[in-house]
């Protein structure tokens, strides 16, 4: 296997790898306010929290699937942008001691997402009709 073969084959496999983990993970977050599963904590309906908990687990799913991405994607990462300057960095500037390292890292794997696309192993490949035979 060539540098050439990691970058033209893998890196788009790779790509569609970060997007499905990505989205799985942000769909957990928002199935926890809005489902309340797997840990039962539901925050007020209608609250900030809950609103972030619906975009969380609607983004989130269209996000893994690969489905509507780059728009999942641009609101997906807008509110985890909002989500860190609302909650996060008024109590420290320091990401590790405010607890906000993941909406930071959720914001920027969305936004890269937004600008990079889905990649083959998406539904959104597969409406344009470029998926690869892999």
Same mark, same amino acid.
């Given at each position: 296997?060539? @540098?050439?073969? =990691?970058? $033209? ?9 970060? /997007?499905? +983990? %990505?989205? !799985? ?28 908990? @619906?975009?969380? =687990?609607? $983004? ?9 991405? /780059?728009? +999942? %994607?641009? !609101? ?28 930071? @890292? ?29």
């Amino acid at each position: 296997m060539t @540098l050439q073969d =990691l970058e $033209t084959i893998w890196a788009p496999r790779m790509r569609s790898v970060l /997007r499905i +983990a %990505a989205g !799985l993970t942000f769909l957990c977050y928002g199935s926890e306010k809005i489902l309340g599963f797997p840990a039962g904590r539901t925050p007020e309906i209608f609250s900030m929290s809950w609103n972030a908990g @619906l975009i969380e =687990l609607v $983004t989130g799913a269209l996000i893994a699937l690969g489905l509507f991405t /780059r728009p +999942a %994607a641009f !609101l997906a990462s807008g509110t985890m942008a909002a989500a860190y300057f609302i909650a996060h960095a008024p109590r420290s500037f320091f990401p590790s001691i405010n607890d906000g390292a993941g909406a930071i @890292l959720f914001c920027f794997v969305f936004l890269y997402l937004l600008f990079a696309g889905p990649g083959p192993w998406s539904v959104d490949a597969i409406r344009r009709g470029n998926s690869r035979k892999v």
